[in-house]
């Protein structure tokens, strides 16, 4: 024993929200009082960082350790199932545990207490000197403080100065009182009616609600075609979460261009109070509101992107993942993970229920639903009067389109006839812009984006060519940059743009738009867009996948799919799931025709009828279409029969590339039932500058296949130029 022992103390394992493995431990003071999942900053090297306390133990240390700076009292708790499903999303998906914290912290001011402001209120008694200014702001200022009016904002609305507000405040006339600047979101009323639900409708919500009520883990598929109400169905669920249990929670994911002011006023009349919302275009104020209103419980109703399963919640009781097929739920930088398996973890910590709906559900999703692993609710039917659309092919061979044209003789009829009739079309081209690659007649050079192997897009409303994948724009040039060759640079194949220019020279006077996303940049642009589809402003609607999806347009009853053929043709390599994607794609925009109570049909033009995609397609035959795609998956072992991972190795020239490759997969581990393949260029070979190689790796099912590449990543050692990314679920394969 020493002479001198060092008294014990707490130390506190810290969390920091950046790329580190694991917390690190800090000493507290002795009168420092801490909790798990509090708040608290800490020194780093020189700077001060919040983070998270992730464990406490008794000192001493054997080493010397720096002290806790400071306990954010002001912030809620990071509640244990969040810390859990931290600790375990981290785990799964191969990512520094530190990244997954960064997730749960993303925005930056909510940490700290909600600032103030003064907002202010009539008062009683009129001043002794009533000037036309101020019996103007007198006849607008509200009658309590509550409304939430500033000074500055009265002066505006009344058309005053600010020394009118003041005076009247100085004479008592207005009154003033504090208020935190985050508004509290109002309860959702579970009372309020929704539709007579039909039957069969009916039945899906009474099993929903039975979940609800378990308390326990339920994972559900709400299995229905396009229009049958799904909504109308998790709607009841999430009353049901409600009346059981006063504080409950629930969060409704979306596709992140899905949330639409259309879909907003749907929440807000079943539930008689706005939804809380998140997702990338809210600004740093709103975010701020909502990350808080959830960790104080209040905000009760959540809708929002991936990343909404982040969000601080305290007593979560429901996850919906509405289009649970969705490619964008899958996040592929940064802490990479998919958002609908991730929602199925996260409602397993919290013994919640979580529903994935969908008319066209993931072979992953269904291949559980068939194991009886989720139960599994079908809607088959549209409500009312409404059917499922007609679905007619137009072969291309046979039905060719005029030169430099794109529209089968076929699909033109059938517009005309939609004109006629007063309904409205949709034409689906899943391409942004003008033309998708930029040719010079002169020396057959296809232009490239100068960082990566893609071509460049012409975009004609804005006169640029534009890279897809990362942003890079260029003015289209004149003279061609490879030869010099003046005004020889052509587009080559349809895009949104150019396929609009054909239809405007075939119906003249109809009123036709494009939807994609550029031209629904902003909230204010897409919310433009459905407003006047639902106006009937628009004849004709073309667009991208953006227009594919979720919208309810009762008057659209033709939908044209322009190049049904896209997404099987290579681009990505050999994908397996280039099918599927392509079934549910066109599905999805089928779907959009027929909602309401005229019938629909949707043309699906075509240069592979014979295709799996296409046939089940024609014969409404979805199952048939996935048991042949889960055949194909289940004799390759490939998920969801067996494990895939992959591996993006990156460096700044080919051979560095090449070399750090070669280098990773010799040290692969040997385990059975693993296989190596590459490594290969990556579907993206070349990426802001750096070439990209791939390793795919694929194992049983019984392999905890996270634990194998996290360990054999550790092992290797390569230069500080290379990049490693690792993707445990990737989403083309
Ligand atoms: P899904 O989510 O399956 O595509 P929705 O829930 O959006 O379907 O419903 C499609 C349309 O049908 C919506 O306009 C909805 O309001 C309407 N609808 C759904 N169920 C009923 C019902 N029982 N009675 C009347 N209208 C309904």
Redesign the pocket.
């Known amino acids: 024993m020493s002479l001198f022992p060092e008294p014990d103390y707490q130390i506190a394992s810290v969390l920091l929200p950046m790329p580190l493995p694991e917390a690190f431990d800090y000493r507290l003071h002795e009168d420092m009082k801490v909790e798990l999942g509090q708040f608290v900053t800490v020194p780093l090297g020189a700077r001060s960082v919040t983070g998270v306390v992730w464990s406490l133990k008794d000192g001493p240390s054997k080493r010397p350790l720096k002290y806790v700076e400071s306990v954010l009292e002001s912030a809620p708790l990071l509640p244990q199932v969040i810390r859990d499903f931290v600790d375990r999303s981290a785990k799964y998906t191969c990512t520094p545990l530190g990244n997954m914290l960064a997730m749960c912290m993303r925005s930056r001011d909510a940490l700290l207490p909600s600032p103030v402001e003064n907002y202010v209120f009539k008062k009683q008694g009129a001043p002794s000197r009533l000037t036309p200014a101020r019996q103007k702001v007198l006849s607008i200022a509200p009658d309590t403080a509550q409304a939430g009016i500033t000074a500055a904002e009265l002066a505006r609305q009344a058309g005053v100065s600010a020394g009118v507000i003041k005076g009247l405040i100085e004479a008592d006339a207005l009154g003033q009182e504090e208020f935190p600047i985050d508004k509290p979101f109002r309860k959702p009323n579970s009372e309020l009616k929704g ?4 039957d069969e ?1 009916q039945a899906g919500a009474d099993a929903l609600c039975e979940a609800v009520r378990s308390q326990t883990f339920k994972p559900i598929l709400l299995d ?1 075609v ?7 169905v998790y709607f009841e669920a999430i009353a049901e979460a409600l009346r059981i249990d006063q504080t409950a929670q629930i969060l409704v994911l979306l596709p992140e261009i899905a949330l639409t002011q259309a879909v907003r006023e749907r929440f807000e009349n079943r539930f008689g109070a706005a939804p809380a919302e998140w997702h990338s275009n809210a600004t740093q104020k709103e975010r701020r509101r909502v990350w808080r209103e959830v960790g104080a419980g209040r905000a009760q109703i959540v809708v929002g992107a991936r990343s909404a399963l982040f969000l601080p919640f305290q007593n979560l009781r429901l996850i919906i993942v509405d289009e649970e097929h969705d490619g964008s739920y899958k996040q592929d930088e940064g802490a990479v993970y998919q958002g609908r398996d991730l929602s199925v973890m996260r409602a397993h910590i919290g013994a919640a229920t979580v529903v994935l709906a969908s ?1 066209t559900p993931s072979l992953e999703t269904l291949a559980n639903a068939y194991q009886g692993r989720y139960q599994h609710i079908k ?1 088959l039917a549209r ?2 009067a ?1 059917v499922l659309p007609d679905i007619l092919l137009a072969d291309m061979k046979q039905n060719p389109p005029a030169k430099d044209c794109w529209l089968s003789p076929l699909l033109i009829d059938a517009l005309e006839q939609n004109l006629d009739a007063g309904e409205q079309s949709l034409l689906y081209l899943n391409r942004r812009g003008y033309a998708p690659l930029v040719i010079c007649k002169g020396c057959g050079e296809r232009l490239k984006a100068p960082d990566t192997e893609s071509w460049l897009t012409e975009h004609r409303y804005t006169g640029m060519l534009v890279c897809h994948l990362t942003g890079f724009m260029m003015k289209k040039p004149v003279n061609c940059p490879h030869c010099g060759a003046a005004d020889s640079l052509m587009g080559v194949g349809p895009g949104v743009e150019r396929l609009a220019e054909e239809v405007r020279g075939l119906f003249q006077g109809a009123r036709v738009e494009v939807f994609s996303s550029d031209t629904a940049k902003s909230p204010e642009e897409l919310n433009g867009i459905i407003h006047r589809m639902e106006q009937g402003q628009v004849d004709i609607l073309i667009g991208t996948q953006i227009a594919a999806k979720g919208h ?1 347009f009762p008057n659209l009853t033709l939908v044209g799919a322009v190049d049904a053929d896209s997404g099987l043709k290579g681009g990505q390599g050999s994908d397996l799931r280039a099918g599927e994607r392509t079934f549910q794609l066109l599905s999805q925009v089928s779907g959009r025709a027929g ?1 309401a109570d005229k019938p629909g049909r949707a043309i699906i033009q075509t240069y592979a009828p014979d295709s799996p995609s296409i046939q089940a397609l024609l014969a409404n035959d979805r199952d048939w279409f996935m048991e042949l795609e889960m055949k194909s998956r289940e004799d390759l072992g490939f998920p969801p029969f067996g494990r895939l991972a992959a591996v993006v190795i990156s460096a700044e020239n080919s051979l560095a590339a090449d070399d750090a490759a070669s280098a990773f997969v010799q040290g692969a581990p040997n385990v059975d039932g693993v296989d190596i393949w590459g490594p290969a260029p990556a579907p993206i070979a070349v990426l802001r500058g750096r070439h990209r190689r791939r390793l795919l790796i694929r194992s049983n099912r019984n392999v905890d296949l996270s634990a194998y590449v996290s360990s054999w990543r550790e092992r290797i050692k390569l230069s500080s130029s290379v990049r490693v990314s690792l993707d445990i679920e990737p989403y083309s394969f």
């Open positions: 539709f007579d639900l039909t409708q229905g396009t229009g049958s109400g799904k909504t109308e008319a809607l409500p009312g409404a309810n909602r």
